[in-house]
């Protein structure tokens, strides 16, 4: 009784630093409406939800029953995800499962977070272990500096190689409205102006060595949605829906010393699992689009070695060639990225959405120039769990 | 609209006390005691664990050798901490980062003192220093020291 599914609808509100004229149950229904009115379905239609946050950025432990009034889900069946930073990835995993085992024929699937109203650093230190790495390690930028820091060390790059990064996702931000960090002053320099300014800048301080502010992702406050749909109707509701090809996720250990630092090995795995059932041979060539949960600069060229798009120590090489840009062979991150919107139960949601519409078409100013067949999206959770999906134009066979 | 109130503020505290478990408790023991510090051996695959752990994650096995490990070690990688945040009971710039002990196959995560930020390297030896008084934490390790040749 497996189904095929597809993603018919996505929406998704403004990112921005405090949504202070909305509680999150409202933020919630912002982009539930968007997302019901980019499939033209109203929410009878929808036989399921999954949503998903982080319970302790909002200190809101039932968020499945809180959030009715903005899921819709009053008297339908609802299951909360929290998976920490790939909490919107797993809840698209998850909505697509419920699909995808035929039992439900159109799933909302809802990831938010409203960061301004607690203390995220003090929030995300508990998703480290208490006893072991608690007393003296705090948040989420430590432990990004030292991945940075190892593999700076590795390789031999410098801060303008992660700088390259930032410059690349923030100038794409300017092609997306609903993007948190739109810097205006960027628009217009070329990168390598936009880099030294960078480097050189004595505001731009450095919070944790090697990470400066501009090598972090903001904290942001939005809500998106997707609907998925099983063979049977996806069609019917969608002129090009986007179909789930693969979804993989690994884990594996908690304890940040016992990780192999000289790559993402949850990364890897589960982008090979997905290539695999894909039939994916030179994710370089095959993949058109990537919109990679990337919530620091360094990540931005360790992990797409760690992907298979190039090899140890080379991703500076696709960077600063352009590779990876809007027009270059593989454009990553046309949205802005996680660079420049990190609403965090929502961020991963976005990625699969903002994948989805370059094979709709609906990407407007950010649409890439191009037929998109095979688009990637990831999430990513400190310490370094991941998931990854892979959408197409085709149906799967 | 002028009239009405912005926020509601919460202080929500939840006291937690965490339970270390026999293994754990058995390195803290020693760490507290002889400022000594052991891992778990896994038979299978070798791996020594430290922290330790009563099961390998690989293997899946529980693991009951113990094998002490040095307390002398190399730093893996590291950063510096230059912003004030309550949950370090220190004040900036902080340098923590990870430290493989000996044999051990993981490092621990810890500070890193006695040094300027500047000096700290990846590579670099260090050893531990232990606090003069010390109750059975992690913290029983006050920070690890460069080693001076």
């Known amino acids: 009784m497996g189904k095929r599914a597809a993603i018919v609808g996505f929406g998704q509100t403004k990112g921005s630093s405090s949504r202070k004229d909305v509680n999150g149950i409202e933020m919630i229904h912002e982009a539930v409406s968007a997302a019901l009115a ?47 930073g790939t909490t919107g990835t797993t809840v698209a995993m998850c909505a697509y499962y419920h699909v995808a085992s035929g039992l439900f024929d159109r799933v909302l699937a809802i990831g938010w977070e409203k960061n301004s109203e607690s203390d995220t650093t003090g929030a995300i230190i508990t998703a480290y272990d208490p006893i072991w790495e608690r007393p003296n390690m705090a948040g989420a930028i430590g432990g990004l500096a030292v991945d940075a820091s190892r593999y700076m060390h590795d390789h031999g790059v410098t801060e303008r190689d992660g700088a390259r990064v930032t410059v690349r996702d923030r100038l794409n931000a300017l092609n997306n409205p609903y993007a948190h960090l739109r810097q205006e002053w960027m628009r217009g320099k070329d990168v390598a102006t936009l880099v030294d300014l960078l480097v050189s800048s004595e505001e731009n301080q450095v919070l944790a060595y090697p990470l400066r502010m501009s090598d972090l992702c903001p904290r942001t406050d939005a809500a998106a949605a997707l609907i998925f749909a099983s063979e049977d109707v996806a069609e019917t509701i969608a002129p090009v829906p986007a179909w789930v090809l693969a979804v993989a996720n690994r884990h594996n250990t908690v304890y940040y010393g016992d990780l192999d630092w000289s790559l993402n090995e949850t990364l890897e795995a589960a982008s090979r699992q997905a290539f695999a059932k894909v039939g994916i041979r030179e994710p370089l060539k095959e993949i058109d689009v990537c919109e990679l949960y990337l919530p620091y600069s360094y990540a931005g060229l360790a992990w797409i070695e760690s992907i298979g798009f190039c090899g140890p120590g080379e991703g500076r090489r696709l960077l600063w060639d352009g590779v990876t840009d809007m027009d270059g062979e593989i454009p990553m991150n046309p949205s802005g990225g996680v660079m420049s919107s990190n609403p965090i139960g929502a961020t991963g949601v976005i990625r699969v959405g903002e994948a989805a519409i370059q094979i709709m078409g609906k990407a407007g100013l950010r649409q890439l120039n191009r037929d998109v067949k095979i688009a990637m999206a990831t999430g990513f959770g400190g310490c370094y769990w991941a998931d990854v999906l892979l959408l197409g134009k085709n149906k799967p066979l | 609209m002028k009239d009405a109130k912005p926020t509601c503020e919460g202080r929500i505290k939840v006291p937690y006390k965490w339970f270390v478990g026999e293994t754990g408790s058995r390195f803290f023991a020693a760490l507290r005691d002889r400022c000594e510090i052991w891992g778990t051996r896994c038979s299978r695959c070798n791996k020594v664990y430290v922290p330790p752990v009563k099961n390998c994650w690989g293997c899946f096995q529980p693991l009951d050798e113990w094998v002490p490990v040095s307390d002398s070690g190399v730093v893996e990688s590291f950063t510096v901490a230059r912003c004030p945040d309550a949950m370090f009971g220190l004040d900036p710039p902080v340098v923590y980062g990870l430290i493989r002990l000996g044999k051990a196959s993981g490092s621990l995560l810890h500070y890193i003192g006695e040094a300027r930020p500047e000096e700290v390297k990846v590579g670099m030896r260090v050893k531990a220093v232990f606090a003069d008084r010390r109750s059975g934490n992690i913290l029983d390790i006050k920070y690890f020291a460069p080693v001076r040749e």
């Not at chain 1, 432990?61 to 920490?84: A, H, L």
Request: aromatic share 6%.
């Open chain 1, 38 to 84: 980019d499939a033209e379905l109203g929410i009878e239609d929808i036989d399921a939800v999954v949503i998903g946050n982080m319970d302790h950025f909002e200190g809101i432990n039932y968020v499945d029953m809180w959030s009715v009034e903005g899921s819709g889900g009053v008297m339908k069946p609802i299951i909360k995800v929290t998976t920490g």
